[in-house]
């Protein structure tokens, strides 16, 4: 499986981006697809993530109410929608894939940068 990250960049804060990763081939049906963040001297976190066949979208309380994941099945393509960004948000942003019964995700993408300023 490869992910290809793109649409990071540079916005203000309370601005919006929208993160896309692209999965190679055909996603499998029992794939959890995540989006996780590192900041620089942080441990990476977690941020959100959907499974590929289905919904219930999971996300972290940090971002609950601004980010919004979706996927795009005729693009074989996961998003995630950063709105009302905050200073804080500063990280590499990665997608992430798992089979549910995985409990780690296997297979990750290079990452993609977003800097908000203040």
């Known amino acids: 499986v490869q992910l290809v990250e793109s649409g990071g960049g540079l916005v203000q804060a309370g601005g919006s981006l929208r993160l896309s990763c692209a999965v190679s081939?055909?996603?499998?049906?029992?794939?959890?697809m995540g989006w996780f963040r590192q900041a620089p001297g942080k441990d990476r976190e977690f941020v959100s993530a959907?499974?590929?066949?289905?919904?219930?979208?999971a996300y972290a309380s940090s971002v609950k109410g601004r980010f919004t994941i979706s996927k795009d099945y005729a693009k074989n393509t996961v998003y995630l929608q950063m709105n009302g960004l905050k200073p804080e948000d500063t990280a590499a942003y990665y997608c992430?894939?798992?089979?549910?019964?995985?409990?780690?995700?296997?297979?990750w993408g290079q990452g993609t940068q977003v800097t908000v300023s203040s």
């Open positions: 992430a894939v798992r089979t549910v019964d995985r409990a780690t995700f296997d297979y």
């Open positions: 081939g055909r996603p499998s049906s029992t794939y959890i």
């Open positions: 959907i499974r590929w066949s289905g919904d219930n979208p």
